[in-house]
């Protein structure tokens, strides 16, 4: 599941426009479902996958947040709230055996290929 979300976040990077409130939130929901029940079972492709879906999330809901949408608020929580997944996603990378340095080239090839 989590595979397809990371596609479907490439997706997303690719588009000329920009998604509206109601994707991006649907989006956000149905990734915080999947990474809830199962992160903890990830494999380190599975959880730079994750890392890299919520980095973006993080990202576009801050993004969002400075401009003036009537959704700022809502962006507002959903970037703290990546925040912590972002923290806790890199953790768990960590647990599995990558450091640092091997986490932010992994995330950088993944924005190169995206």
């Given at each position: 599941m989590i595979n397809a979300l990371y596609e479907k976040m490439v997706e997303y990077l690719n588009m000329e426009d920009e998604i509206d409130f109601k994707e991006f939130d649907g989006y956000y929901k149905q990734t915080l479902r999947e990474l809830e029940a199962n992160y903890e079972k990830y494999d380190q492709q599975q959880g730079l996958h994750a890392l890299f879906v919520m980095d973006n999330?993080?990202?576009?809901?801050?993004?969002?947040?400075?401009?003036?949408?009537?959704?700022?608020?809502?962006?507002?929580?959903?970037?703290?709230?990546?925040?912590?997944?972002?923290?806790?996603?890199?953790?768990?990378?960590?647990?599995?055996?990558?450091?640092?340095?091997?986490?932010?080239?992994?995330?950088e090839k993944m924005y190169e290929d995206a």
């Open positions: 999330l993080k990202a576009n809901s801050e993004s969002r947040t400075q401009r003036k949408f009537p959704e700022a608020k809502k962006y507002k929580k959903i970037s703290q709230r990546t925040h912590i997944w972002v923290e806790a996603l890199f953790a768990q990378l960590v647990k599995l055996g990558m450091n640092e340095q091997q986490i932010q080239e992994q995330m």
